[in-house]
Nanobody, 120 residues
Framework: QVQLVESGGGLVQPGGSLRLSCAASESITIINKMGWYRQAPGKERELVAVMTSGGTTNYADSVKGRVTISRDNAKNTVYLQMNSLKPEDTAVYYC??????????????WGQGTQVTVSS
């Protein structure tokens, strides 16, 4: 079991920035993928950004150029730096970890979510 704890959400004005953090209960170097998803009211959960253990990143088109996913292996923490925030970025942001076992089966773990509200 991987436990994930998000922090850093809050209320920010349009054009502002936030940095979300996701602290994992174990070393993230052995987690195959870590990513951020978001879910706005009345909408399905969607991918924001993901990073593989090898460092490959992928971003949703809606956030490219405004969002950066990064990690600190020593702190077992993944970050999501969000700049130029827009009202449509308002959502609950969830951290996700995909861990593969020795049989190549993937296990998915989720944090509890952190609210991001972009409003003037």
């Amino acid at each position: 079991q991987v436990q994930l704890v998000e922090s850093g959400g809050g209320l920010v004005q349009p054009g502002g920035s936030l940095r979300l953090s996701c602290a994992a209960s174990e070393s993230i170097t052995i987690i195959n993928k870590m990513g951020w998803y978001r879910q706005a009211p009345g909408k399905e959960r969607e991918l924001v950004a993901v990073m593989t253990s090898g460092g490959t990143t992928n971003y949703a088109d809606s956030v490219k150029g405004r969002v950066t996913i990064s990690r600190d292996n020593a702190k077992n923490t993944v970050y999501l730096q969000m700049n130029s925030l827009k009202p449509e970025d308002t959502a609950v942001y969830y951290c996700n970890a995909i861990k593969r076992d020795y049989t190549n089966r993937d296990y998915s773990y989720w944090g509890q979510g952190t609210q991001v509200t972009v409003s003037s």
